[in-house]
């Protein structure tokens, strides 16, 4: 079990009535999962350390605590106290036996019928992944998603979304995402003030390319450099911003930025 990942309460035996009849015996059977999902994130895609606390305190929620309504049913986490706030509600959900089979991160992934069968290892990533980045974010005062994604103004908000939107593809599939990268001036567009005119006026399938192909141009050649952690906790400490009404030159300016200060940190890692 990973050493930062720490149930608030006392561990019981392994041995035990099943879930539905003793709760914290299904407290700890989540709280290995948990710990199992952890060492699948990093045996997938390497350390985590770039961003992670030291410790990761695990707390279940009751119905009647002030921060279950936030959770809405689900895992959340909580920066500020380095705690994931885990609803009661979740610890009857269906596990893999044997647990380990959790420590494999890819297969899941691979086959919907596991997706199906225990949404509960999804919902774990999810919350391990916003946890990496809420951190990373936090390193440099900001906080994740970055505040640029409410903003009203479409020069402001689809840059922030570009970058969240790509994070899946490197995070939830292996498989590269098809399409016509030779579309810049769609996905990049370059007189930003003309395209929001247009999807004003036409309606929203430019936004949605741009949202949803523009991040992904930005970061594939970072990852493929150094790495999915590395570059995750660089875009969650560092927003990015339209420069000079021009998508494409803020999203090359943006990528060349990165390429500096990963290799920057690279160095200073092996000095």
């Not at 709280?31 to 770039?50: C, M």
């Not at 974010?137 to 994604?149: D, V, Y």
């Not at 309606?203 to 523009?214: P, V």
Request: aromatic share 12%.
């Amino acid at each position: 079990m990973k050493p930062w990942i720490v149930w608030i309460g006392l561990l019981v035996p392994t041995l035990g009535m099943a879930c539905e009849h003793e709760r914290r015996r299904c407290e700890q059977i989540l709280t290995e999962l948990i710990a199992f999902r952890t060492d699948a994130i990093e045996s997938a895609f390497g350390d985590l350390s770039v961003a992670m606390p030291a410790e990761i305190r695990i707390r279940f929620v009751k119905r009647e605590d002030p921060q279950y309504e936030i959770l809405q049913g689900g895992i959340a986490y909580d920066a500020e106290q380095h705690q994931l706030l885990i609803p009661r509600g979740i610890i009857n959900a269906k596990t893999p036996r044997p647990l380990r089979w959790g420590s494999y991160y890819w297969p899941y992934y691979q086959k919907e019928e596991y997706q199906r069968e225990f949404p509960v290892i999804e919902a774990i990533d999810n919350a391990l992944w916003s946890a990496f980045l809420q951190e990373a974010a936090a390193s440099r005062g900001l906080k994740w998603p970055h505040g640029n994604c409410r903003s009203v103004e479409v020069s402001v908000r689809l840059p922030c979304e570009m970058l969240i939107s790509a994070i899946p593809q490197y995070v939830k599939t292996r498989r590269s995402l098809v399409f016509n990268e030779n579309r810049l001036d769609r996905i990049w567009p370059e007189d930003f003030a003309a395209f929001n005119k247009r999807i004003w006026r036409y309606g929203q399938l430019e936004y949605a390319d741009a949202q949803r192909y523009g991040g992904i141009l930005i970061i594939r050649p970072l990852i493929a450099e150094f790495g999915v952690p590395r570059v995750l906790a660089y875009l969650a400490r560092t927003p990015f911003l339209v420069e000079e009404n021009n998508l494409r030159t803020s999203a090359l300016n943006y990528q060349e930025r990165a390429r500096d200060a990963l290799r920057v940190a690279a160095a200073s890692r092996f000095n």
